[in-house]
Structures are given as C-alpha cells and as structure tokens.
C-alpha cells in the first residue's frame, strides 16, 4: 500500500518538473538586474494568502518553509505532501512610458515524514531568486548618430532543502533546514546603430554558474491556552553563507543590422571558468500567532536580512537592509458541519509589507501588497485544495524610477496520508 501510494506522489511530482526547469529567469522585473535578482516569498499556498506570516505557525498538513521547527507538527503516522504552482501578471511603468509582462513558474514541491515520534523531516525544491529583464536606452551622440544600449538578463538560484525538526518537550520544538543553492545568472549588454552599418557594435556577456550550502535554525514555543486555544513564539536565524561561481566572459565588437545579421570582428576579451565568490547575509525573524483549533489562526511575523553585506564577485551597492513584515488570519466557520461546504472551507487574508534591499537616487524601494486565500477540502480524504491571489506594488516613478504594479494568483494542494499504521484484524 506505502508503495503504491509512493508511487502516485512521484507521478505527481514528475508532472511539474517541466514547470520547474522553467523556474529560473520567470521574472520581468528591472530590479532583478541587481545581485542574484529578485527573491521569491518563500512559503505554502496557505501562508501565500495569509501575506506570508508562517514563522510561528505549525500544521498537520502544511509544510512550513519559513522555519524548520514547525515540521514537528507532522502527525507521527502520516505522508505529508505540498505542491504549488504560481502566475505573475505586471505592468511597469515610468514618467513616459508602461508596459506589462506575465509569467508562471512552480511554488514548490515538497514532502515530509516522521522519523520518530520526536523526530521528523523533509525534502523540498523551491525557486530562491531568479532574474529576467530587457531594458533599452537610446543616444543621440554627435553628427546625429542614433546609439541604441540594450540590457538583457536571465536566470536564477533554485534551492533543495532537507528540513529536520525534533521535539524537545511537549511544547517546544527545534529544527534545521540544509539547503544546497544551485543556477545561473546572465548578464548581456549590447550597445548598436541602428542608422549605421558601418560603425562596429559592441557586446558583453557574462555568466556565473553559482552554487553553495546554506543554514536557517528556527524554534518553535507553544503555550496552551483556554479553550483549546494555544500561543506560539518563534525565531529563526540564518548565517552569513559564501557560494563558490565559475565565471565566463565574452567581450566583442562586431558589424551587423538591426534585424539580426551579424559579421563578427574582434573578440576584445574572453575567459572561461574564473572563480568567485557571493556572500549571501546573515538574517533572523520573529514570530507570534494565536491559534483556536479547527476555527482561527492569526499569525504575524517581522524579518531582517543584511543585505548591506551582500557581495557578489567583489562587488556591493545600492543594496541596503530588507526587513518584512507580515500579517495573516484564516477563519473556518465549522470543521464538522457535512450540510454546507461553504462552512468546511478555510478563509484566509493577509497583509506584506516589503523594504526590498535596493536604494536608488536616494529612493528605497518598498513592496506593499494585500492577498486573500481559500482552502478546499476535499470531499473523502484529508487533503486540501489551496488558492491564493495577491494585489500589490513596488518602486516608485520619482527620480526617474520604475513602478511595478502586479496581481499573482497561485495553486497548490496538500496531500496527507496515513502510511505507518498497521492493520487491525477482528
């Protein structure tokens, strides 16, 4: 029976894999040029329409990313698995001018089990960053020559956790996560003229193959309450980590039209394979929550990441401190009422607020966003369907900035299983 139903998750876990080599370089953010890009929310569909808030939050059924203590939550006879796919629409725009992209690319996939009673773990694959963006600038320089400077790039890190929590007493857990880093980032510039086919164009390019371990620790502390009620308390902290890169360069001039034809001249510089290093900061978070079983939960977490540390290949800038703060409820109007589903369902709503880690022309861009949420059990089993959607906005269009304006909708389903309970016979 374990086998069989091993066998349906591994099938359902192959039929997202294509979206997940399609994680990397999903974004269309000018900000992402800076660094390793723009990171992702890291988080279930659940915690998705709570605006994020999870640090002190535990489930029998939803596996927390956010802090590896919760996993202790995992009944001692149960299969937990999360899957989640996630959809972008965004417009930008400046003073002048606007424009809007779309995208879609995988939450995460995940799946936990105990160990023992006290002892439980995870395994889990989640997009970290990614990068994906086109910017174009033109010149008139001198006798009235049009340079057009485009600005490409794409990629991004994608992480694989191994999550181990263990019991320390009835109330208060602890727990790790080990998370191997591991992707590409591209940069290319080009500058060309278009009015010309006889000034030579140029072209950089520049990729780094990234990859590292990295550590977040995180406890959990619940204290009951009246009521089978509860109060939790959390903190989680992740060191400073240093990834190991391989860096290719290419540098050329070269005669060409716009439309694509190309005559290479000279190659100006070329290297292949040159180590580096990327300093990923230190950060640590704070978590509260009050939770009444099977009826309320309300969560809210505040995060700090120092990024002012940040160095990627010896270089640092325009980086500064991200903090985040979030707030999240879920409401289920019954957990045993069989004549309405409406009344089964899980509601959800949250607030995020972002100061993103960029500061520019002194600008530091901050992210605000609201979401709502909808869990829906399904009928005969103990797994739940999960929607969120999300509202919100980055940057500002003072001083010559980008504003990004965006609506993220998100699915996923959780999927718990009794594995390890033997058979009664009468």
């Known amino acids: ?76 006879m149960s299969f937990v698995a999360n899957a989640g796919i996630q959809s972008t629409t965004a417009s930008y725009r400046t003073n002048e001018q606007t424009s809007k992209f779309g995208s879609t690319t995988v939450n995460h996939l995940a799946f936990a089990l105990p160990i023992t009673r006290w002892w439980k773990s995870s395994f889990s694959i989640l997009p970290y960053s990614t990068i994906g963006y086109e910017v174009q600038e033109d010149q008139v320089l001198d006798f009235n020559v049009l340079s057009r400077s485009i600005y490409t790039g794409e990629g991004g890190l994608d992480q694989v956790n191994w999550g181990n929590a263990i019991q320390l007493t009835k109330n208060i857990s602890v727990g790790v996560n080990t998370s191997y880093y591991y992707g590409r980032v591209e940069h290319q510039s080009t500058v060309i003229f278009p009015d010309s086919a006889y000034l030579k164009n140029t072209r950089l390019q520049e990729r780094d193959l990234l990859h590292g371990f990295r550590f977040n620790l995180g406890t959990q502390i619940f204290i009951p309450l009246a009521e089978k009620s509860t109060l939790g308390i959390a903190a989680t902290f992740s060191p400073q980590t240093v990834l190991n890169a391989a860096t290719d360069y290419l540098a050329i001039t070269y005669t060409g039209d716009y439309n694509g034809y190309e005559s290479e001249v000279d190659t100006i ?105 909808f869990g829906l059990p399904l009928r005969k089993s103990t797994s739940v369907l999960n929607l969120g959607m999300e509202i919100g906005q980055n940057g500002t269009v003072e001083n010559s900035l980008i504003q990004e304006r965006f609506f993220k909708i998100a699915l996923g389903i959780s999927i718990r299983e009794n594995w390890f309970r033997k058979g009664k016979y009468f």
Do not use: H
């Not at 019954?334 to 009344?343: D, E, G, I, V």
């Open 269 to 373: 510089a070329n290297w292949a394979g040159t180590s580096g290093n990327v300093t990923l900061p230190y950060g640590y978070g704070f978590g509260l929550s009050f939770e009444k079983k099977n009826k309320l939960l309300v969560a809210a977490d505040l995060m700090f990441d120092n990024w002012k540390s940040f160095n990627y290949l010896g270089q640092s800038g325009n980086f500064d401190d991200k903090i985040k703060a979030s707030l999240g409820v879920e409401f289920i109007p019954t957990s045993n009422n069989l004549s309405s589903y409406l009344k089964l369902m899980q509601y959800r709503f949250g607030l995020r607020y972002n100061r993103m880690g960029l500061q520019f022309n002194n600008n530091t861009i901050e992210e605000y966003a609201i979401s709502i949420g």
């Open 1 to 76: 029976m374990i086998i069989k139903k091993l066998k349906r998750f591994v099938f359902f876990a192959t039929l997202l894999m294509p979206f997940l080599a399609l994680a990397q370089g999903q974004t269309t953010s000018p900000y992402s040029f800076f660094g390793i890009g723009d990171t992702y929310e890291q988080g279930n569909i659940r915690n998705f329409g709570m605006g994020g808030a999870s640090m002190a939050v535990r489930s029998n059924i939803y596996i927390n990313f956010s802090n590896p203590a919760s996993l202790i939550g995992i009944d001692s």
